[in-house]
């Protein structure tokens, strides 16, 4: 087996560590705030060798964008759904998604910055453009399953279901701060978290389950 040259390891290494630091600076400074200068200073690069790898901050913008979403798509992926039950895949797509977002709050606060620039940089990310297919591709498997077995009623679908736990999920780390002082919960302790986790798999569940209502 050829091994990869230093110098190549090097490369790879340096841009990884340049695009987790960049994440979180865009994260928290936006992307107007954010400086190419302080994020060669935490990787203990240049901004020189910055632009060598992403070309400018616009570009590297991009690349943190395109990697962040690409997290959540890899974390479903790692589902197993054909092999449970539909009800309880449903269950654990929506609780895996919570626990991704709790886990990568970064990922929330550039999605925040994103929408304020109204989708100005995402829109140029050719590579994303099917990314969010995969997310629909999964529920619809899950779907279909719970409808042949009488599971789920007829008027679930894919893009209703994944709206409403991204939702949820969007919201408890996006609003986290000001929901915690107007209404005093601490979404940090454990008991919260899994309580608020158990809850969004009850809901999505609760829903797809319903009984149809009367036509009015």
Request: glycine fraction near 6%; hydrophobic fraction near 40%.
């Amino acid at each position: 087996m050829t091994e990869t040259p230093p110098r190549q390891r090097d490369a790879v290494r340096t841009r990884a560590e340049v695009l987790a630091v960049a994440t979180e600076v865009f994260a928290d400074d936006g992307y107007s705030g954010a400086r190419i200068d302080e994020i060669a200073r935490r990787t203990r690069t240049t901004k020189r060798m910055i632009y060598y790898y992403f070309g400018g901050k616009e570009q590297l913008y991009m690349a943190v964008l395109d990697n962040a979403y690409r997290g959540i798509r890899k974390a479903e992926q790692t589902l197993q759904v054909d092999e449970m039950n539909p009800i309880d895949a449903l269950r654990e797509l929506a609780e895996l998604t919570y626990e991704h977002h709790l886990r990568n709050s970064a990922f929330i606060r550039l999605v925040s910055i994103e929408n304020i620039h109204r989708g100005k940089y995402i829109r140029k990310l050719e590579s994303l453009s099917d990314l969010g297919q995969p997310a629909v591709t999964i529920l619809d498997g899950i779907i279909a399953q719970g409808k042949k077995q009488g599971a789920f009623r007829e008027e679930v679908n894919a893009l209703d279901l994944h709206l409403l736990i991204s939702s949820y999920c969007v919201f408890q780390i996006a609003n986290r701060y000001t929901f915690s002082y107007l209404f005093d919960p601490d979404f940090t302790t454990q008991p919260r978290q899994d309580r608020m986790r158990g809850f969004i798999g009850d809901v999505v569940v609760a829903w797809a389950t319903a009984p149809t209502p009367p036509t009015r």
